[in-house]
């Protein structure tokens, strides 16, 4: 049996081997648009957040490529002002599968991005009103679906720009419900690739 495992994994193994797999890191700007940003007392009111990543690109053919990518946004917010006083900061956990294709080749020149992601969101937030009472607390929603796309450039087989719109579909509604119903935001990212 164990050997009958092992010739398993060593096949299902091989077209893996074969491929041209690089790994690398993304960070860059993580910008909220939308109700993520402008929903008054829910959103972030606040243009800039941040991001970093890690990513595996398994190359199919010279224009065809699927990444796997793993990245954390932090989206920080500002107070939106006035006798009741709301902020939100938003953190997003991102897995997800992306489609690239590379006009050129995977080495140099223009590609697009579409792909999927699973999200987990978690919104610390903290109220406060003119009286200066405070209360602070957190919502969070986990295995939300998301989409994004985009496209970039790249310079060498080491260095690429690229820009992505996310969108994740949350819940608006409930105990840790957002407020609205999906959570948009662009990534501009620098993208570094490791491997061969």
């Known amino acids: 049996m164990r050997h009958r495992v092992a010739l398993t994994l060593a096949l299902l193994g091989l077209p893996l081997a074969a491929q041209d797999i690089n790994g690398g890191l993304q960070t860059g700007l993580s910008l909220p648009v939308g109700d993520l940003k402008d929903k008054s007392g829910l959103g972030t009111n606040q243009f800039f957040g941040a991001h970093v990543g890690g990513h595996l690109d398994f190359n199919l053919t010279s224009h065809h490529q699927i990444r796997g990518q793993l990245t954390y946004h932090s989206l920080p917010g500002s107070g939106w002002g006035g006798f009741v006083d709301n902020q939100n900061d938003y953190k997003v956990l991102q897995v997800g599968a992306d489609w690239v294709y590379n006009f050129q ?14 999200n987990s ?44 719109l996310n969108q994740v579909f949350v819940d608006k509604n409930g105990s840790d419900g957002f407020g609205f119903d999906t959570a948009t935001w662009a990534q501009v990212s620098a993208v570094f690739r490791f491997g061969r």
Not at 109 to 115: F, H, K, P, Q, R
Not at 143 to 154: A, S
Request: proline share 2%.
């Open 105 to 118: 080749s995977p080495n140099q020149g223009w590609y697009t991005i579409a792909g999927a992601s699973i």
């Open 121 to 164: 969101i978690k919104d610390d937030w903290e109220f406060t009103n003119g009286a200066g009472f405070r209360v602070s607390g957190s919502a969070s929603q986990s295995g939300k679906l998301g989409i994004r796309g985009g496209g970039g450039y790249t310079f060498n087989r080491n260095f690429s720009l690229e820009g992505t």
